[in-house]
């Protein structure tokens, strides 16, 4: 069974660094395209960020490009998303999730396997 476990969130001032983490068990690691997704109150879930399965591409929203870098570590079977000036705005429950197949890494029908999530709040 595919279990991700993120941590990492918590509560920082505007303009601060965060460094979220994602760990997955199951399959064979560099088998997923992993990607974080957030959600803010009241708001549908979007797309921040995305890696591919060798971590050769990366893809970013507009919201957030500039200010976020997705890596992945497949000899440790995480996957994190450092993020860096960070604005009241970013403040959402961010989900890391990884797909075993194929399509649009920016759309989230395009995962299967989702974390719990983990709380992300930006002070101004």
């Known amino acids: 069974q595919v279990q991700l476990v993120e941590s990492g969130g918590g509560l920082v001032q505007a303009g601060g660094s965060l460094r979220l983490s994602c760990a997955i068990s199951?399959?064979?690691?560099?088998?997923?395209?992993m990607g974080w997704f957030r959600q803010a109150p009241g708001k549908e879930r979007e797309f921040v960020a995305a890696?591919?399965?060798?971590?050769?591409?990366?893809s970013y929203a507009d919201s957030v490009k500039g200010r976020c870098t997705i890596s992945r570590d497949n000899a440790k079977r995480t996957v994190y998303l450092q993020m860096n000036s960070l604005k009241p705005e970013d403040t959402a429950v961010y989900y890391c999730a990884a797909s075993s197949g194929y399509g649009f890494i920016q759309l989230d029908n395009t995962y299967n396997y989702w974390g719990q999530g983990t709380q992300v709040t930006v002070s101004s």
């Open positions: 199951g399959r064979t690691f560099n088998s997923y395209v």
């Open positions: 890696i591919t399965r060798s971590g050769g591409s990366t």
